[in-house]
């Protein structure tokens, strides 16, 4: 009855997480991509001012919530344009993610695309409709039945940042099978380097889907930027038929994000100081892990955004999570996003200042990788 989905992932990690534990400094856990730094005050007192919510809130979201969201895709996306009929809020992006192809009907006979290195919830939406999923970066190798693309661009776990050549290629492939090409754009504050003081490319730009917003869907969430994984805050936008018609099942079913949370996510996007507080501080853990992840003797490859370094020691991933481990340093395989074997492994750069600085010692001490 349930066995359509594998056990979760992370659950096979727990040994080496114990082994981790068992390290005289303790555990320093690299895996998760959980924010620890604390909410920003000033989201949590609209989320507090928002409290006394005794009604059930709109599944379209409130007027006040679409303006601030079409308002943001302007100011810190380069989109103008977007009308309020076109977004929604979405009670956090993997839910949108996961239940997207149930949502739009899809189920065998359906093929899903996904980055060749994905995240792990794309798998998951197919899987729970009976469609089948496809790792495929190339848009001219997408099948004819395909009917949704997902787009990952700042990527997770790999951090790479799609073109506007490459994202329109996309969306004209897709228009041309009758598919929805769906971006997921939960990193697009996080730059580094090229991307450090500007926006990475939206599905939405123009320039991308030119004058029609016709079968794309951008998805973008708080958790990252603004510390609000807690809140399950995140949005969508696209064509306004598209929007609709989500909105219609989900009011179906119950897929209401709280009107508190919407409160908080309005102060959150009318707010663009705290995210530049916040993106100083994972700057300064992503370089002090970056050098001693490179002094120890890994190649990082893409990496250009988001939280999460993408680094290799040339031998299959889980040698080096078992490597890592007798480290007392947790790691994710490379395993968990690619469909087949990877010699790859995820850094997560959301953990404290402390344990940052204690990680890179401990990969520093280690005197680098011996084959």
Partial sequence: MFDRLPEYPWESLKPFAAKAAGHPGGKID???????????????DALDSASNAPGYPSTAGSLEFR???????????????????????TIGSKELISWLPLLMGLGPGDVVVQPTVAYT?????????????????????WPSNTKLVWLNSPGNPDGRVLSKTEMRFAVERGRELGALVASDECYAELGWGQWEGKT?????DPEVCGDSLDGVLAVYSLSKQSNMAGYRAAFAAGASDLVKGLVNLRMHSG?????????????ALNDDTHVAAQKAIYRARREELLNAVKDYGFTVADSEAGLYLWATLGEDCWKTVERMADLGIVVVPGAFYVLGESQYVRFSITATDSDIAEGARRLRDALGFTK
């Fill in 121 to 141: 919830a794309y798998v998951v939406g197919a899987a729970l409709c009976g469609a089948e999923i496809i790792s495929e970066d190339d848009p001219t190798k």
């Fill in 200 to 204: 990475t490319p939206c599905i939405l």
């Fill in 255 to 267: 897929l209401n994000t709280p009107e508190p949370a919407q409160k908080a996510m309005i102060a």
């Fill in 67 to 89: 303006q601030t969201v079409v308002n943001w895709f302007e100011r810190r996306r380069g989109v103008s344009g977007l009308d309020v009929t076109q977004v929604m809020p």
């Fill in 30 to 44: 690299l895996s998760v991509g959980s924010p620890v730094d604390p909410t920003p005050q000033i989201i949590q």
